[in-house]
């Protein structure tokens, strides 16, 4: 009996190590560097800037369409916008290097209801610590990159949206 | 005991350390040669010279440029870091990768030599950002919070040729290396 309860203990042990190692969630910038500010337009061919969203957590999403790893993660990221769009939470998809068209073709297929920008001419990705798509950084209300995502993450869930939630009631040293 | 045997069936493949495997894609016929090394984790997956050509193409490249590409042995490549240690970064740097092709040893073709190539042609910008973004970065760092990336490798030969792949990276700035051997450049079908 005793030999069974030691292989239940170890393969409950197993398991929950398996459990974490699924928990694949963002990488903590300890330097938290400023967040370069842009002016980029968006599908309608409004100007934002970053700084027009200084005082809330922001989610910035660099992507493109051809980018399968991005299609894989862009709807989880739209279910995210559901849950965080009323929590005073901010989420941008910045496109590269792709014109109107061939977004909004591709949005009939994967529809995204948070701000797209075109960073057309790569202008602004050539200021951002990125190395290859996608990548996500969290910025916090004060404007600097405190999380950084490389390659897609399941954005909705909870356990990673609470990271940008705390965010907003306490600030990141 | 029967009990106990089927537990450790269910453990042992967690348990053991993989090493290369080549599986074909059922649909596609593709061929993928994939480590997982401790942490480190690498997919290379054929692709057919029109595939990439056509990709290329779609994206402003003139014809005989995204033939050059095309036919360069161009590879889908994903790495991963799968480490649970928040303290384990792996880091590649593709300027310390080989190929190895009838007994001589030869670079990768980089971003930074193909960038040289087309220094006299007449190349949109736009067509640049998309082939700068959809190659796999020269050096890159990848975090143990899920950290991965992809993007096409081109290894040189011409379609139908076979090499062996010298793949170097650190974990923690401590250099890891293997090989993978008889990796085939498909040809169109």
């Given at each position: ?7 239940i ?16 969630l963002i990488?903590?910038?300890?330097n ?8 980029l ?8 800037q ?10 910035i ?18 279910r ?24 909004f073709?591709f949005?009939?297929?994967?529809p ?14 050539n ?15 004060q404007?600097?990159i ?27 040293n | ?25 059922p ?5 993928e040669?994939k ?8 997919s ?9 050509y056509?990709?290329f ?29 928040k ?18 040893t ?23 950002l998309?082939?700068?973004?959809a ?13 991965y990336n ?6 040189g ?29 498909p040809?169109?079908r």
């Amino acid at each position: 009996m005793k030999q069974y309860q030691f292989i239940i203990y170890f393969l409950v042990l197993f398991l929950s190590s398996n459990i974490i190692y699924a928990k694949k969630l963002i990488t903590p910038l300890t330097n938290k560097p400023a967040a370069v500010n842009f002016k980029l337009l968006d599908m309608d061919g409004k100007t934002h800037q970053l700084s027009d969203y200084k005082g809330q957590p922001i989610i910035i999403n660099f992507w493109a369409t051809w980018c399968p790893p991005c299609r894989e993660e862009l709807p989880s990221m739209n279910r995210a916008w559901a849950k965080v769009k009323s929590q005073g939470i901010a989420m941008i998809a910045i496109n590269v290097g792709e014109d109107e068209d061939t977004i909004f073709t591709f949005t009939g297929d994967y529809p995204i209801d948070f701000t797209i920008l075109l960073d057309q001419s790569g202008e602004i990705i050539n200021q951002w610590p990125i190395k290859g798509l996608p990548t996500t950084f969290v910025i916090d209300p004060q404007g600097r990159i405190v999380y950084r995502a490389i390659g897609g993450r399941e954005w909705d869930s909870e356990e990673l949206l609470n990271i940008v939630r705390a965010l907003k009631t306490k600030p990141s040293n | 005991m029967k009990k106990i045997s089927f537990l450790i069936c269910l453990l042992l493949p967690q348990i053991l350390h993989a090493d290369i495997t080549k599986t074909a894609s059922p649909e596609t016929q593709l061929i993928e040669w994939k480590l997982v090394e401790q942490n480190f984790e690498l997919s290379i997956i054929q692709r057919l010279p029109d595939q990439t050509y056509s990709f290329f193409a779609a994206r402003g490249f003139p014809k005989h440029i995204s033939h050059n590409i095309a036919n360069s042995c161009v590879f889908q490549t994903i790495i991963r870091n799968n480490s649970k240690d928040k303290n384990q970064s792996i880091d590649v740097s593709l300027k310390k990768w080989h190929i190895k092709i009838n007994n001589k040893t030869q670079p990768l073709k980089l971003k930074k030599v193909w960038d040289k190539e087309w220094q006299q042609s007449d190349i949109k910008p736009a067509s640049k950002l998309a082939f700068r973004w959809a190659t796999l970065p020269t050096e890159q760092n990848y975090e143990p919070s899920g950290d991965y990336n992809w993007g096409m490798i081109s290894f040189g030969p011409k379609p139908g040729s076979i090499f062996d792949l010298y793949i170097e990276w650190q974990i923690n700035n401590q250099k890891n290396s293997t090989w993978i051997k008889n990796i085939i450049c498909p040809t169109n079908r």
